[in-house]
């Protein structure tokens, strides 16, 4: 028995240290894509900072951070920077124009458990809908987020999205999202109490 045991701990540990060896592999891959994504674009006339990457525009510099996260949650998608990296394809997809691949993307970290990170999906979605016409699909989206808020999306974030969304679409409803977020004390307030103004 004390052998079956040395043999179970043993594989144990070989476990944890693979599994941190990859997480750590993880996060230094995420971060090089992150790295890429925030890159800053070239300025015309202005020679680049030495050892800086920099990119000629904003679509070559989605292409290749996509190219990247999409490498990263192909190799680690069980592990959170995977699933983040999925977030982000999703984003740098939409950004490149290809709303196909990026409802795709967007959809499977919306139906993940990480909720943080489900809301941060689901608003980019509703957003996706709302540039294509698909705004049933957007307010449902939006409502859920106000039902159940998170750290990524506060409950008032969501209605903000929702009343910008019906300010064409049902204006009377736009303002009266405005007029509850009004006495809100944070950004959400101030952005309402503008919105009002602006009428």
Known sequence: TSIVALLVLAALIAGLVTYYHRSDAAELAFGGAIDTYSAPLAQPGQPATPGEKTFATA?????????????????????R?????????GVTALEMGQTGTAETDLQK?????????????????????????????AVVLYQQLIAKPTTTVPANAARLQLAALYETTNPAEAQRIYAQLKSDRGAAGQIAAQKLTQK
């Open 59 to 79: 679509a070559l510099r989605a292409k290749a951070a996509n190219e990247q996260f999409n490498q990263i949650a192909e190799r680690y998608g069980m592990l």
């Open 81 to 89: 920077p995977g699933r983040t990296a999925l977030y982000f394809a």
């Open 109 to 137: 970290v919306a139906d993940s458990h990480d909720t943080n990170l489900a809301a941060l999906a689901k608003l980019a979605l509703a957003g996706l809908y709302q540039n294509t016409n698909r705004d049933s699909k």
